[in-house]
């Protein structure tokens, strides 16, 4: 089973920055398509960027230039730095993984972490 905790969710004013971690146990990591998945208040889930299991990185138009999502396979650890954020970056943001899509397929994430929240504020 895999199992994914995030971390380094706050808040923060417009502008600032915010590194938010995700430890992902149960399965070989190497092996996993992961990303980030966001909720607005009020607002449909919503992709924010994977790393696909080939590799592949890709961004949401909204958040490009400004995030940026990384892997430490030694520490079996993704992150998403977030720098100039905004408030409408305000959201619950969920890491995922992706254990069953064959390589160069769509991401369909099978995981969710539980959330970790990011507040903007002007």
């Known amino acids: 089973q895999v199992q994914l905790v995030e971390s380094g969710g706050g808040s923060v004013q417009a502008g600032g920055s915010l590194k938010l971690s995700c430890t992902i146990s149960?399965?070989?990591?190497?092996?996993?398509?992961m990303g980030w998945y966001r909720q607005p208040p009020g607002k449909e889930r919503e992709l924010v960027s994977t790393?696909?299991?080939?590799?592949?990185?890709s961004y949401a138009d909204a958040v490009k230039g400004r995030f940026t999502i990384s892997q430490d396979n030694a520490e079996n650890t993704l992150y998403l730095q977030m720098n100039s954020l905004k408030i409408e970056d305000t959201a619950m943001y969920y890491c995922?993984?992706?254990?069953?899509?064959?390589?160069?397929?769509?991401?369909?994430?099978?995981?969710w972490g539980q959330g970790t929240q990011v507040t903007v504020s002007s």
């Open positions: 790393i696909s299991k080939d590799g592949t990185i």
């Open positions: 995922t993984v992706d254990r069953f899509s064959s390589y160069g397929a769509p991401y369909y994430p099978n995981y």
């Open positions: 149960g399965y070989m990591f190497s092996r996993l398509g």
